[in-house]
């Protein structure tokens, strides 16, 4: 099956801790993205990365890192979390075009 | 600045009834436009895209979008909403070479039985 799979589906955990999210997509696309979706569906793009190029959202507060071992994985890293950290995170994907293609998301409470 | 807005945070529909959800773009050239969907608890799924062609354009399930430059605007429409269709909706912007998408706040879609 070729898709965007994100790992875990929830997370819980509590202010001040580290967690990561990994993201695998099989399509062969070359290009991947992290958003963060708040609890009005708002979408907001964190960071794009292909084999050339990071690109980060400059709002996006320096605890969040992504991590990338090849152009099919692209993890999230945020280092200490805050409250308002607490969000659905979505991986997706694409090959050097517009159209993305999303992963089912990832959903972050802190307590 | 480039922008998408997506005027209705909520449509109610009844179920059989037709649909159009709304979505207008502020920018001087052509972009590329394309509507996702979002069922609760899922991920984004592209619905349908238009690049520079036709302006009406189909997508899956029974949905199509027409681009007007004149009117910077990609409406969605349907012929027949089914409940299966309840979800919240987005529309996306590209103008950028980097492929960044601007995205729109979504538009809940209510069926009503």
């Known amino acids: 099956e070729t898709a965007v799979f994100q790992t875990p589906n929830y997370h819980v955990t509590q202010v001040g801790n580290e967690v990561s999210f990994n993201c695998k997509q099989t399509?062969?696309?070359?290009?991947m993205y992290w958003y963060k979706q708040d609890s009005k569906k708002l979408l907001k793009i964190m960071f794009s990365?292909?084999?050339?190029?990071?690109?980060v959202n400059e709002t996006v507060p320096r605890r969040f890192s992504p991590q990338s071992s090849d152009k099919a994985h692209l993890n999230l890293r945020i280092k200490s979390v805050e409250p308002e950290d607490s969000a659905v995170y979505l991986c997706a994907s694409s090959l050097r075009t517009y159209e993305q293609y999303f992963g089912p998301g990832t959903r972050l409470t802190v307590l | 600045a480039q922008s998408v807005t997506q005027p209705d945070a909520r449509v109610t529909v009844s179920e059989g009834a037709s649909l159009q959800l709304r979505c207008k773009y502020s920018y001087f050239g052509t972009p590329y436009l394309f509507w996702y969907v979002q069922y609760p608890r899922q991920g984004l799924q592209l619905l349908l895209k238009y690049y520079p062609g036709d302006p009406v354009v189909q997508g899956v399930n029974g949905f199509e979008a027409e681009f007007s430059k004149s009117n910077s605007s990609f409406h969605l429409r349907k012929a027949s909403v089914h409940w299966s269709d309840w979800a919240v909706y987005f529309c996306a912007v590209s103008f950028d070479s980097n492929y960044q998408l601007i995205w729109g706040s979504g538009t809940k879609l209510i069926i009503k039985p």
């Open positions: 399509l062969g696309h070359d290009t």
């Open positions: 990365y292909n084999n050339k190029q990071l690109i």
